[in-house]
């Protein structure tokens, strides 16, 4: 993962937002590369979700259509939507290093308790938190390791009088750490010229609520009918305690959500389709089938508006420090009519649908497929990193073509005898149609290294023979083979591989 971070910094990809400012603890900014990149994303979503939707059950083409609601929305939507009083995550401070942490991400270690011993606290996940632990526990009790009896349990399991022998994570003397409470996640803001709780709103936690807001509009203006879904993609804001594990766990992030509303009698159907339509999705983007799982959620872990019948799935992924475990990647959630229903309660507006053919009119049930951008980028960055000593670079990114930043580069072997005004007109006509790159500089070795790191899939080289044979070198980004193909079909080429 470090060499991963590493690239991206250094091949802009992703940087610390405000960085010259020593950065702030959550927050990310796309460079050029990682742009392009989390924009094909995006792209091949739409496309494949709304534009040109899947096929459903029944054979026929299903009807989606887009929305791009507001960030900041009445504070009312969100006491209907039990954000205001159930969004909230139990945290701890530290009063000495004034640290804040998710007390269900902290593990302590420790011996038997026997109300007298030290334990040691880290965040889970963190292997050198772990190894501090493990350092300073050993030098207290005057034991390695290996003759040690101690075990590793969560913080959130221990008795409220035990937290005094508890160490914090960043600091050496016990007792530091105060008791859970419970922190509501909402960034609050204020709206107009008065700060006060009257002015007093929310940035949106997640986009989902827009669409519930929107549905009689979208009923009314475009003609659609149940089943039918609407789609959204858009930024959301979660202050999170302890933001971790690059831009997985981020303050603010992107997502990918589908509000699916269909007949109760139909629900499980519906949800059944979306899994496997999901599953599928993030294999097409190139994340393969044995790092990806489906997982049914326990019923501990439902969250406040999920159906009991068919529950909720996650689409997980194997990031590498989850690994061996997974990580969520996007949830299927089975919604019921909780959130029109709400809203209609707390609007006083009729949100219900009229079914023609049924003859009935009731609130549809909704089935969310909803993706964490931000986290779909990390995960294709996982998957692309693909270690190789024997190239210059060492590493490359074996994106899919659709969703490589850079699809193609043209090079001139060298600065002259005609081959850079043979590569610009080539150049220039393929950056009509892609994003292309176009490097005279160095050895042909670097450049191909440069492309190798930033996943172009294929190289077009002009050399001496080209001025002869009116053709150019093809190098591939995978298999490092080169081939020779006519100029004049290049265009073709890369269009047919890039469909």
Wanted: proline share 6%.
């Amino acid at each position: 993962m470090d060499d991963l971070v590493a690239l991206c910094k250094r091949r802009g990809f992703i940087y610390p937002a405000s960085e010259i400012y020593g950065g702030l603890n959550g927050f990310w900014d796309y460079g050029p590369l990682g742009t392009e990149l989390k924009n094909n994303i995006r792209d091949a979503w739409w496309h494949d979700m709304v534009r040109c939707p899947p096929i459903g059950p029944d054979g026929e083409p299903i009807s989606i259509v887009g929305l791009d609601s507001s960030i900041i929305q009445n504070p009312r939507v969100w006491e209907a939507s039990g954000h205001v009083d159930g969004f909230n995550d139990p945290m701890v401070d530290c009063r000495e290093t004034k640290s804040r942490y998710r007390a269900d991400h902290l593990m302590v270690l420790g011996g038997e308790d026997t109300g007298e011993r030290r334990l040691y606290a880290y965040l889970a996940g963190d292997d050198e938190g772990r190894d501090r632990a493990v350092k300073l526990l050993g030098k207290y009790e005057k034991v390695s390791a290996e003759e040690a009896d101690w075990t590793d349990r969560p913080l959130v399991d221990l008795p409220a009088a035990a937290l005094e022998r508890v160490v914090g994570p960043d600091t050496k003397e016990p007792g530091s750490l105060t008791e859970p409470r419970q922190f509501n996640l909402m960034f609050k803001t204020f709206v107009g010229a008065l700060q006060s709780e009257d002015s007093a709103a929310y940035l949106r936690p997640e986009t989902a609520q827009g669409i519930f807001l929107n549905f009689n509009n979208v009923v009314d203006t475009m003609r659609v009918k149940v089943p039918f879904g609407i789609a959204q993609v858009g930024k959301a804001f979660r202050n999170e305690v302890t933001p971790r594990n690059y831009i997985f766990r981020s303050r603010e992030f992107e997502q990918m959500e589908i509000e699916w509303f269909c007949h109760e009698s139909e629900a499980a159907t519906w949800f059944d389709f979306w899994c496997e339509t999901r599953r599928k999705w993030w294999e097409s983007m190139g994340l393969t089938s044995d790092s990806v799982q489906m997982r049914r959620h326990d019923a501990d872990e439902l969250a406040h508006y999920a159906k009991e019948g068919c529950g909720t799935f996650d689409v997980e992924y194997r990031f590498p420090f989850t690994s061996p475990d997974f990580g969520e990647l996007e949830g299927v959630a089975h919604r019921g009519n909780y959130d029109l229903s709400r809203h209609m309660e707390f609007s006083k507006k009729k949100l219900e649908y009229f079914d023609q053919p049924r003859n009935e009119r009731y609130l549809p049930h909704v089935i969310e497929p909803s993706a964490g951008l931000s986290r779909g980028t990390l995960a294709i960055l996982c998957e692309a990193f693909t270690p190789d000593e024997a190239r210059a670079s060492k590493v490359y990114m074996k994106f899919q073509p659709r969703v490589a930043p850079i699809k193609a580069a043209v090079f001139p072997l060298v600065n002259k005898d005609g081959m850079p005004e043979i590569a610009g007109k080539l150049y220039e006509t393929l950056r009509q149609r892609w994003p292309i790159q176009y490097d005279a500089k160095q050895s042909i070795g670097k450049r191909y290294a440069r492309m190798d790191e930033a996943g172009c899939p294929w190289c077009f080289t002009v050399d001496s023979d080209t001025v002869n044979d009116q053709a150019v070198t093809v190098r591939d980004r995978d298999s490092l083979s080169q081939d020779r193909l006519a100029i004049d079909q290049v265009e073709n080429w890369l269009a047919d591989r890039l469909k």
